[in-house]
């Protein structure tokens, strides 16, 4: 197994929640990466370079305060990109666009 972050599953995992809560957030792939970056670099790595690391390190992850650290450090990193994201605003792509651009 190569040698791997997984705290970059944890936060993929929780984004999904945390975005519900900001139906203003842009869903596109930039805005989504930018979220995760911006997370990940206020999150403490979890390398790993088994499988029993990983399961190791999932389990630590079920720790209800890791969760909410995650969850805070999402919440912050989707409220920096709503308000300044990458892109012109008619390129934002909004939950009930399903992924089409919408025009204002």
């Known amino acids: 197994m190569p ?3 997984v705290m970059e599953d944890f936060v993929e995992g929780n984004m999904k ?4 809560m900001y ?3 842009c869903r596109c792939h930039a805005c989504r990466d930018d979220i995760m970056s911006i997370a990940l670099n206020h999150l403490e790595p979890k390398y790993v370079s088994t499988e029993k ?9 079920l720790d209800p305060m890791e969760k909410v650290v995650i969850i805070q450090e999402i919440a ?3 409220q920096i990109v709503a308000k ?4 012109p605003e008619e390129e934002k792509i909004l939950p009930d666009s399903t992924d089409v651009k919408k025009k204002k």
């Open 76 to 78: 912050k990193a989707v």
């Open 84 to 87: 300044s994201p990458r892109h």
């Open 3 to 5: 040698i791997k972050n």
């Open 23 to 25: 139906p203003e957030c």
């Open 17 to 20: 929640d945390v975005l519900h």
């Open 53 to 61: 690391g990983g399961v190791f390190a999932k389990l630590v992850a």
